[in-house]
């Protein structure tokens, strides 16, 4: 164990999760992030992962069964014997070191089961009750594989002592739905999923130099329906209509086949922001952007929101699942009912925009929001003070 006032001596951590950890692409990038913010706060981090699916044999078997007896669709890895199974993994995994805690990022049925000396933590942004519900994966799952996934949901939170959570509503959910320990919970905000984020000298000229004559908006998103591409084309529409020249960019997805697009809405495709270049290009098109619209029907953070901020863009985005603990009104943007008018949100966009002063004021406040909350250096060192105070070591 740590010993006070040794700073050679660091917290030894498992780090559990279903998916390959050094793999950018899963999990929207956060294991990984999560993963580098870790090690950049000096812990001994050993990656436990990814977690294998062993009993074939057995799934097939099972989902044969439900394929005839079920609606829906059928998870088999929401299955108890699964669960011990991820349970042996770790365990053959950790008895090759020495830890101080474990910590299962993005999937708590990883140690729904688990059994070990050393404390559990988790962290995420969602619970499977919120998932289910607010993703509407409660029409399409078959009640066996609900039934399951809420028990080892409970299970997990049970087993663990410290509960890290992206958003106020993905803790209310584990309080509410699993009676989870209120005084175990923490919110630590997932940060830009950025490797070379901009510096404030180089946003503060952005902001400064983006067009008076044209009001650029940007929605970055890889799902058009969920992440409502439409509204955000239609608000573009309405701008304009109101005598705001405005041009929109859509990042990361296609309307659907058929659907025709105005003039002044740009189709940028998918960036890859581990491709060369990628990052820098993504970056350029924040830059030049006044607001960052991202008006989903559900999310449970949202990524995008924080990237948006280390641009000094402001949010226009829908006050649903977690979006409250990354877009604060009026400090990283603002967020509308997802049943609100587009014409109020276009009549709120044109007031902000004409106002040069007002604008130059909610840039800088949404990068002020990157700086202080919104970003992994931040989110990485919070949650080592946690995870510290459950080991029982101090560290400088």
Not at 80 to 98: C, F, L, N, P
């Amino acid at each position: 164990m740590a010993i006070i006032g040794e700073r050679n001596m660091s917290l030894r951590l498992a780090y559990v999760t279903l998916y390959d950890p050094n793999d950018p692409e899963q999990w929207s990038g956060i294991g990984h992030a999560i993963l580098q913010s870790l090690r950049q706060q000096q812990l001994q981090v050993t990656a436990i992962g990814p977690l294998r699916c062993r009993l074939g044999p057995l799934k097939r078997i099972a989902e044969s069964v439900h394929a005839v007896a079920s609606r829906g669709y059928y998870e088999f890895q929401r299955e108890r014997i699964v669960g011990w199974d991820y349970a042996r993994q770790i365990s053959a995994k950790m008895a090759r070191d020495e830890f101080d805690v474990v910590l299962s990022a993005g999937a708590p049925i990883a140690v729904s089961w688990l059994s070990c000396s050393q404390p559990i933590a988790i962290w995420s942004g969602a619970t499977f009750s919120s998932l289910i519900h607010h993703y509407g994966f409660v029409h399409g799952n078959c009640q066996a594989s609900i039934r399951a996934g809420h028990r080892m949901e409970r299970a997990a939170l049970t087993r663990a002592r410290l509960l890290l959570f992206a958003s106020e509503w993905a803790a209310g959910s584990a309080v509410r739905d699993y009676g989870a320990d209120p005084t175990k919970i923490r919110i630590v905000p997932f940060g830009a999923n950025l490797a070379h984020p901009p510096c404030r000298g180089d946003v503060m000229h952005a902001i400064d130099t983006r067009s008076r004559e044209v009001c650029s908006l940007i929605s970055v998103g890889v799902e058009w329906e969920r992440k409502g591409m439409a509204r955000a084309v239609d608000l573009s529409v309405a701008l304009n209509e109101r005598g705001v020249p405005t041009e929109l960019r859509i990042v990361g997805c296609e309307p659907p086949r058929g659907r025709a697009l105005p003039a002044h809405v740009r189709l940028c495709g998918h960036i890859d922001k581990r491709s060369s270049g990628g990052e820098q290009r993504l970056g350029a098109l924040m830059a030049a952007s006044h607001f960052h619209v991202l008006l989903s029907t559900a999310e449970c953070f949202g990524i995008a929101y924080c990237e948006a901020n280390a641009w000094g863009v402001p949010n226009i985005a829908s006050d649903v699942g977690g979006v409250p603990s990354a877009v604060r009104n009026g400090e990283g943007g603002w967020r509308f009912s997802i049943s609100a008018p587009i014409e109020e949100i276009a009549d709120f966009i044109a007031a902000i925009h004409r106002d040069q002063d007002r604008y130059g004021s909610a840039a800088r406040r949404a990068r002020h929001e990157y700086e202080q909350r919104l970003n992994w250096a931040t989110a990485g060192a919070a949650a080592r003070v946690q995870m510290e105070t459950i080991s029982g070591a101090r560290h400088d």
